[in-house]
């Protein structure tokens, strides 16, 4: 973590940018406080965190409106019907009056010089995005850096550069979160881009594609500037009925940033190639409501709707031999498929 000393104001403090840091807040009174705290102990003094209250039903109400009542003019508070995450950002986004747009999540923290780390690359290279590193943090103790940004260099990197490693399922490739990211407020803007409210997964993928969309500048910082919480159990990790239809509506997205390069194609065809398997795999979870029938016609359907994905994805793309087997089986013989995942879905 950057010592206070070590993360310098590259301006006068009286012209230093706004910045908005957007959290959206749902259920979240176990880690809301120590949230804000880390946007608050960051101590820049041209700062605004706008918290999106999306109809929690514990006390996460309540410490928003306490935050604001203690710290006037930096915390705004909105209260709203619960919408999800997507309707929440675009609902801070909405109200940021910041020359910079970040996001957190409630129960995630910035660890302490996040925000002059992200802003001195933004204004070094006039950067309409500035990625930063991430660590996780787990029971309390935080990981080293993923890694995500290792094979782009620290400064300006061309967009160009970012589309193929966010397409990319190798490991250490850059996945599509919105947080870790400093965003400039008009060239979001811009660039219309915002996050899709029909899904409930990938949204943050999918608002970064539309920003990639408008070709911004991007630098890279490879310090942590973000520590991600893990430990509950994740949206992934349960039954989703609509995982279908939202990956469906990110690949649709992907594969059009894709066109036009073969080698971005290869990249599109693994990852919806991969999101067949997904969606097929999301029937086994334990706590999904399907019969036997309705997990039938799901495979079915969704080996019939991946057919061109399938057929694109190639042996030395980075989606592994025994699944594209396996799917490359599925498309010649659908049954052959659903009856290897009924086993496997007993015995998991």
């Known amino acids: 973590m950057p010592e206070k000393d070590s993360v310098p104001l590259r ?23 120590e949230c804000v705290h880390s946007v608050l ?17 514990d006390s996460s ?17 909105v209260h709203k019907n619960n919408a999800g995450v997507s309707a929440a950002r675009n609902t801070g986004m909405s109200l940021a009056t910041g020359e910079y747009i970040m996001f957190a999540d409630s129960d995630d923290v910035l660890p302490f010089g996040s925000i002059r780390l992200l802003l001195n690359s933004a204004a070094a290279y006039r950067s309409d995005m500035v990625y930063g590193e991430y660590a996780i943090m787990l029971n309390g103790k935080v990981g080293e850096p993923i890694g995500e940004l290792g ?15 966010l397409a990319s399922m190798a490991p250490k490739s850059i996945t599509g979160s ?23 997964i990938s949204e943050d993928y999918d608002f970064i594609l539309q920003c990639l969309a408008a070709e911004p500048s991007i630098s890279v910082v490879h ?18 009925a609509s ?60 080996l019939s709707r991946g057919d061109e994905a399938i057929r694109g994805a190639r042996s030395s793309s980075d989606l592994p031999l025994v ?26």
Not at 223 to 240: A, E, K, N
Not at 337 to 342: A, G, V
Request: glycine letters at 8%; proline letters at 6%; aromatic letters at 10%.
């Open 223 to 240: 310090d942590v500037v973000y520590w991600v919480r893990r430990g509950s159990v994740s949206v992934t990790q349960s039954y989703l």
């Open 41 to 57: 102990d960051q101590r820049y003094p041209s700062l605004e965190i706008i918290l999106v209250d999306d109809g929690s039903a």
């Open 151 to 165: 094979s782009l260099p620290e400064g300006k990197v061309p967009f160009t550069l970012v589309l193929p490693s």
């Open 11 to 33: 301006r006068p403090e009286g012209s230093l940018p706004k910045i908005s840091v957007v959290v959206p807040v749902y259920n979240s009174e176990r880690y809301l406080d």
């Open 178 to 200: 919105c947080w870790r990211v400093l965003f400039k407020a008009s060239f979001i803007k811009c660039s219309a881009a915002m996050f899709p409210e029909g899904i409930a």
């Open 61 to 77: 109400g309540a410490m928003c409106d306490a935050f604001e009542a203690d710290n006037p003019g930096v915390v705004r508070v």
């Open 323 to 348: 699944k594209l087997a396996l799917l490359n089986l599925g498309r010649i013989c659908p049954l052959a498929l659903f009856l290897i995942m009924e086993a496997r879905g007993r015995h998991s």
């Open 243 to 302: 995982v279908g239809h939202d990956m469906g509506v990110v690949n649709m997205h992907l594969k059009t940033m894709c066109e036009g390069s073969s080698e971005l194609m290869g990249l599109y065809y693994a990852s919806a190639a991969n999101s067949v398997w997904s969606e097929c795999s999301n029937a086994y979870k334990k706590d999904s409501p399907l019969s036997c029938g309705e997990r039938w016609r799901l495979v079915k359907d969704a």
